[in-house]
């Protein structure tokens, strides 16, 4: 079993020579369909198997046909990497599609969405909403009238 520190070093060791890979290495038609950047690395504790997770922005043919020229291309790499790093057994390796990027920019225009949202509704706060909503369900009731007016004025000096 490796160190953490090892495991460390050959995970930054195996990211930078796989971006090098995807820039300049490989020469199957389809990696280069959708613009594919290496995003993370998870190597086993016994440096036995390598999961490369990579972002790839296109369309969503072109993402799955650059992951089918990544799959076929596992065997090339796997001997790349076991030429320019040095280890006793070069890792098992497997191309995830890093989905994270994506799910950011939807969680990102969701709050733009709401903000905007938030700026089109009139300057009300939510205690003004239930004190007319207290006064609604009562009926105008003068009871009612004076428990809303009595929320307002302990509101107004806290």
Same mark, same amino acid.
């Given at each position: ?18 971006? =090098? ?6 020469? /199957? ?12 690395? +998870? ?39 076991? =030429? ?7 890792? +098992? ?45 009562? /009926? ?8 809303? +007016? ?9």
């Amino acid at each position: 079993m490796a160190t953490d520190r090892r495991v460390a070093r050959v995970t930054e060791l195996i990211k930078r020579e796989v971006s =090098q890979l995807l820039f300049s290495g490989i020469k /199957d038609d389809r990696v280069g369909m959708g613009m594919v950047s290496v995003t993370h690395v +998870e190597v086993a504790g016994d440096l036995q198997h390598a999961k490369i997770y990579v972002s790839i922005y296109g369309t969503d043919e072109a993402k799955a046909e650059t992951m089918a020229g990544l799959k076929s291309a596992t065997g090339f790499v796997r001997s790349e990497l076991g =030429q320019r790093i040095r280890l006793r057994r070069t890792p +098992e390796v497997v191309f995830i599609e890093d989905l994270s990027i994506e799910r950011g920019t939807k969680v990102l225009s969701l709050i733009n969405k709401l903000s905007q949202e938030r700026k089109d509704i009139p300057e009300s706060s939510g205690d003004r909403w239930s004190v007319e909503k207290a006064v609604d369900d009562d /009926d105008n009731d003068e009871e009612g009238l004076a428990d809303a +007016e009595d929320l307002v004025s302990a509101e107004e000096e806290s």
